[in-house]
């Protein structure tokens, strides 16, 4: 599973040399980065394959805040239990 450190490590890749921590307001990183909001997620979206929601990342405040949602967008989905159909009931004895 991926981690907060992991992610934290290719934001600061992407923003080097600027320092960068999980409380970093995202608003401030953005405006030193050539590429902005949407370099910053591309880059992100293609490292980890996923896709972010573009609603989610409207409302990140700090780096933390994204790192969030980059593992949330990396975790499998919550398996479903087996529907009925997969298993039916036995026969009622008459």
Known sequence: ????QE???CIREIAAPRKVTMDTDLAELLEDLDDGLE????SLEDEF????????IL????????C???IQAS???YPSGPTPEAHPSP???P
């Open 1 to 4: 599973m991926l981690t907060k």
């Open 75 to 77: 975790a499998p989905p």
């Open 91 to 93: 026969p009622m004895n």
């Open 68 to 70: 969030y949602l980059v």
């Open 49 to 56: 394959n996923i896709e972010l929601p573009q609603e989610s």
């Open 7 to 9: 992610v934290l490590r």
């Open 39 to 42: 370099g910053l997620i591309e």
């Open 59 to 66: 409302e990140a405040e700090t780096v933390g805040d994204l």
